[in-house]
């Protein structure tokens, strides 16, 4: 019998560089090879050095022995650590079994948690001018509708008169951009470095150079905040890096989201030019420290980068080289442009070149122009390798279709809410062959429009690069249908396509952290290892709120709140914190956004007393019944559910999960009877006023999914109203969904937990409109924002063909297919369910999560009537086990099993069995067909 931890993780982060928080959590997970291994107590030790553990010196701390199951976000609670601090830790555990074992050293490392921390100045250089070069000039022209040879501009399907009149003021803002700036400190160093770290908080995009190099792979850094509030901080290790002798330290300074000149909406985005905050911290060997901070000994000078916008585009002119580069002083900030009130240290993981495509084809459209298809839509940025004469002009213009002449479609990049096209200009140097890829702005498309090349590129003359937060799949799913594979890769391509730094809608035309991202956040948990990714975001919806009187708007961060109130985008403020602590456990993020919680509810209790919050947007993007009928109305507005029915659902669980998150915080029992009386009165207001009670139903299957879910159904009435939303979907809608953004991540669920998994499968083998089949079928290769606004005929659409919200089911494929899934009995996945819905629909289906505790694996198989099924349950956690109806002669381990009949997730099951940690054999033999194929038959409806 073995026990053995590995995994060790400091505030979800294996020994991570700096941490902010005074008391920090500490998490492991445990290792055994006996089944039912539970840890009955713990020993944490930390000491400022791995010498003082190895001596048995705790000298920060030493719980002593704890008798807890607790393995998962363990707060310190020893001595006070300070800033830049280094704390060395390890744990020894004890399990039931009377084993007992010692992790490796880890260690974390404290950040500046003081403004004092900091004696660096803001810097940016003097004055840049606009460049006013008629090429540069030129570009700023087109990328703004593009002008046409008649003298007027592109319209194809109608441009707005409004965005038409609005052109002039756009054109001024991009010609009124700065370009990126070089800043330079040179310093020597004259004796051997211990240890040496370099902060930096850039307000804009930076890349940061040592001696000519880059420093790290970070791109599109730091992420985006509300800069009047906080900004992020990168720290970098450079122990190795700095030796004896002459050294130049630059910072590569663009606007990025601080300067941006020009976006979705139209509002102000910039906040003044750019700033650079840097301080290099240098301990040396003989223990005298040195300090070189971003001041007035920089100097400055203008780069190769002319224009950088985050929606239009770059212009690089490689005809500046290092010798063309004039250095002049730096500047400090403008006296009315906003500084961060505090710094943070960016904690979620950084956005990186994360994957790198070839392209698929190259087509010349017309003599000098290539079309080039990448084969997959993505979101980033093309390496491209050239040869040309000096000064040529090489565009490189970007598109998620093409027309049916194979020019780009520019629809789905939504001109009237940009007005302006996705166009990177370089200006070549004419030194041989040359490599150009944008640094400071990124796109979505698929096609690549190249114009300026004097031949033919090749094939290997371009590589794309899918540019994101690089937070690791940890997820897996596949199942005996190929294209339900293929639609769990899209689903998960299309999702990390739309998040850079924040999770976001489109990475084209807005680049928006809407607030409906709780939609997917339940997907999230069983993909990735998302770290502080969401807990950074949480804190963005506050820091926007707090700029707009403590209520958010629609979108955060940034200047653009959305323009309106929509409730149910606000609803996030309660329930992106509340699935947060659901799959990972975080009570802290709950007790540190309580107040804002509170404040948001408090305000929804004054302006919708009766329960039903008018002020909504609904299932937005849900499919009519027609493509046709889709066109009637021009933004995504629901067809088939009222938008205060939904958001009333939203509202009622809201006030529901705050409840239980009061009392596990230990509020008053007043509050808590607070939240629970408001809570019930909301729901019978919803059923009062929306349930049809003679039809069981609430009258949309988005909103009939969200009852059930949400548990807003009477007990009595939740299977009449399944089996009814069951006949709808089979019936009244030929085995189509009809939902949007609300209903997708309900739906499915809705329907296999109530004995109508069948039902929900089905919708995924259609192969006409509205389904995913359909959807591929027309060539997607990522999800759609909204498929019923695409014209087949035209081959175009004017909504978004990248878009994570329409995927929000995805949790389903691991539930109910793989069959794998936490209990919401205990949060964060320290009680599992595994119970497989889909058996003989499909012939086979594995899924893993990679839970706070270990890996939970399902993978069963059906051949020739036997039916095998092999489950692994983390240890120290313990599982509940549904047997399928249809399963007989059901043996574990080859050994006969006693079964119990339990109520799972609201229904009752006759085969379940709990189980503690291990791996288990299941086998039996399919007795009938596991799924009756009509629901007509199975609910006795004629």
């Not at 049916?404 to 939504?414: H, R």
């Not at 031949?455 to 690089?470: M, S």
Request: proline share 5%; glycine share 6%; aromatic share 12%.
């Amino acid at each position: 019998m073995t026990l053995a931890l590995y995994d060790l993780r400091c505030e979800f982060l294996s020994q991570p560089i700096g941490i902010q928080s005074s008391s920090p959590r500490l998490s492991w997970k445990l290792e055994s090879d006996q089944r039912e291994t539970q840890q009955t107590a713990y020993r944490i030790e930390v000491a400022r050095s791995a010498a003082h553990l190895a001596a048995k010196e705790a000298d920060l701390w030493d719980s002593g022995k704890v008798s807890s199951d607790t393995s998962h976000l363990v707060p310190y609670d020893g001595a006070s650590l300070t800033s830049r601090h280094i704390a060395y830790w390890r744990v020894t555990v004890w399990d039931n079994h009377g084993q007992h074992a010692t992790s490796e050293i880890s260690s974390w490392e404290m950040g500046l948690l003081d403004a004092s921390d900091w004696s660096a100045s803001w810097i940016n250089a003097a004055k840049l001018p606009p460049s006013q070069d008629p090429i540069v000039l030129d570009w700023c022209e087109k990328v703004v509708y593009r002008p046409t040879t008649d003298g007027g501009y592109e319209r194809e399907r109608k441009l707005d008169e409004i965005a038409i009149e609005k052109r002039v003021e756009r054109i001024q803002t991009v010609e009124s951009a700065q370009p990126a700036a070089w800043l330079r400190r040179r310093f020597s160093i004259s004796k051997p470095v211990h240890k040496a770290r370099l902060y930096a908080a850039n307000l804009g995009y930076a890349e940061l150079h040592l001696n000519g190099y880059k420093l790290n792979d970070r791109v599109l850094d730091p992420a985006q905040t509300d800069y009047e509030l906080r900004a992020l901080y990168t720290i970098d290790i450079l122990d190795d890096r700095l030796h004896e002798g002459e050294h130049e330290l630059r910072i590569h300074l663009a606007e990025g989201w601080y300067g941006q000149s020009h976006g979705f909406f139209d509002t102000h985005f910039r906040y003044g030019k750019p700033l650079a905050l840097a301080q290099l911290e240098i301990e040396y060997c003989d223990g005298t420290r040195e300090t070189i901070v971003t001041d007035s000994h920089w100097q400055a000078a203008s780069s190769q980068v002319l224009k950088a916008n985050l929606y239009t585009g770059e212009v690089y002119d490689a005809r500046i080289t290092e010798s063309d580069l004039q250095w002049g002083p730096v500047a400090g900030p403008d006296s009315e442009q906003p500084l961060p009130q505090r710094l943070e240290a960016q904690l979620l993981p950084p956005t990186r070149k994360v994957d790198r495509l070839a392209p698929k084809s190259i087509i010349e459209t017309t003599p000098g122009t290539y079309v080039v298809d990448m084969g997959i839509n993505f979101a980033g940025w093309v390496s491209l390798a050239l040869e040309a004469p000096r000064g040529a002009v090489v565009d490189l213009t970007y598109s998620e279709i093409l027309t049916p002449e194979n020019k780009l479609d520019w629809d789905t990049m939504g001109r009237r809410a940009v007005g302006a096209y996705q166009w990177d200009r370089y200006i070549t140097n004419g030194q041989g062959r040359e490599t150009y890829e944008p640094r400071f702005t990124y796109h979505g498309f698929q096609y690549i429009e190249i114009v300026g090349l004097p031949q033919k590129p090749e094939l290997d003359d371009i590589v794309g690069y899918q540019v994101r937060t690089d937070f690791k799949r940890t997820g897996s799913f596949e199942c005996s249908d190929s294209f339900l594979n293929k639609l769990h890769e899209t689903i998960l391509w299309t999702y990390e396509a739309n998040f850079v730094g924040l999770p976001a809608d489109c990475p084209h035309r807005e680049k928006c952290g809407w607030l409906d991202a709780y939609n997917t956040a339940e997907m999230v948990y069983h993909n990735w290892d998302i770290g502080p990714s969401i807990g950074k975001y949480i804190e963005d919806i506050r820091s926007s709120s707090e700029l707009l009187g403590g209520l958010p708007g629609n979108i955060a961060p940034g200047r653009r709140n959305g323009m309106f109130e929509a409730f149910d985008w606000g609803i996030c403020t309660i329930l992106l914190p509340w699935w947060k602590y659901h799959y990972t456990g975080d009570l802290r993020i709950v007790e540190e956004h309580w107040d804002h919680m509170l404040r948001y509810l408090d305000f929804a209790h004054e302006k919708y007393p009766s329960g039903i919050p008018t002020g909504s947007l609904g299932d937005w993007c849900d499919q009519p019944a027609t493509l046709e009928l889709s066109f009637t109305r021009v933004d995504g507005s629901p067809f088939n559910s009222h938008p205060a029915t939904t958001a009333a659902m939203h509202y009622y669980f809201a006030v529901k999960s705050m409840a239980m998150l009061a009392r596990k915080l230990d509020k008053s029992p007043r509050l808590v009877d607070t939240f629970e009386k408001r809570a019930e009165r909301i729901r019978q207001t919803i059923n009062a006023t929306y349930f049809h009670a003679r039809a069981m139903t609430f009258g949309s299957q988005a909103e009939n999914a969200l009852a059930l879910i949400y548990g807003v159904v009477d007990p009595e009435n939740r299977q009449a109203v399944a089996d009814r939303l069951a006949e709808e979907i089979v019936h009244g809608n030929d085995g189509h969904f009809n939902v949007g953004a609300h209903g997708a991540g309900f739906l499915y669920h809705a329907l296999s937990n109530y004995g109508h998994a069948d039902v929900a499968w089905r919708m995924f083998e259609k192969e006409t409109y509205p389904s995913y089949r359909y959807m591929f079928s027309q060539g997607a290769t990522t999800i759609w924002e909204n498929m019923s606004r695409w014209d087949p005929i035209k081959i175009t659409t004017s909504k978004s063909l990248s878009h994570p919200f329409q995927s929000s089911f995805h949790h389903w494929f691991y539930n109910a297919i793989g069959g794998v899934q936490t209990d919401p009995s205990e949060v964060g996945f320290k009680k599992l369910i595994f119970m497989p819905q889909a058996v003989g629909l499909l012939d086979s289906a594995s899924a893993s999560i990679e839970t706070p505790y270990g890996k939970a694996r399902s993978s069963w198989r059906i051949a020739e009537q036997a039916f095998s099924w092999k489950i692994e349950v983390p240890a120290n956690t313990s599982a509940t086990l549904v047997i399928p109806n249809a399963i007989v002669e059901v043996t574990l381990d080859q050994q006969p099993i006693e079964r119990a009949e339990r109520k799972v997730l609201g229904t009752h099951y006759p085969q379940t069995l709990e189980l503690g940690s291990g791996n288990y054999q299941i086998e039996g033999r399919i007795h009938a067909a596991p799924t009756v194929q009509s629901v007509t038959h199975r609910l006795n409806l004629s």
